[in-house]
Nanobody
Framework: QVQLVESGGGLVQAGGSLRLSCAAS????????MGWFRQAPGKERDIVAA????????YYADSVKGRFTISRDNVKNTVYLQMNSLKPEDTAVYYC?????????????????WGQGTQVTVSS
């Protein structure tokens, strides 16, 4: 079965960096788009970044443009989210997900499988 396992979350001071990883199994990883989402307490789950099957096309939410970078390694079956210049408002549980299609969507409902999430906390 499809499994997505996030790692790399933690506590960091404002201005710091973290790199999240999402290891995928049970699917032909290199064929499918991936996305990173986040959900803060009491808020909806929102897209942060997405990447198509090859890595040739990406999307970023306005709130993270210029600070976050999504990438993928189709040999290692892993998608990454490099987060720089972190702000307290970036605090959330971060999830990776796959559309099980070649191209991404910005819509949460377009993602079929989800990881369990990893907590990112940014202190001021």
């Amino acid at each position: 079965q499809v499994q997505l396992v996030e790692s790399g979350g933690g506590l960091v001071q404002a201005g710091g960096s973290l790199r999240l990883s999402c290891a995928a199994s049970g699917l032909t990883f290199g064929s499918f788009a991936m996305g990173w989402f986040r959900q803060a307490p009491g808020k909806e789950r929102d897209i942060v970044a997405a990447i198509n099957w090859s890595g040739g096309s990406t999307y970023y939410a306005d709130s993270v443009k210029g600070r976050f970078t999504i990438s993928r390694d189709n040999v290692k079956n892993t998608v990454y989210l490099q987060m720089n210049s972190l702000k307290p408002e970036d605090t959330a549980v971060y999830y990776c997900a796959t559309t099980l299609t070649s191209y991404f969507t910005r819509e949460t409902l377009g993602y079929r499988y989800w990881g369990q999430g990893t907590q990112v906390t940014v202190s001021s």
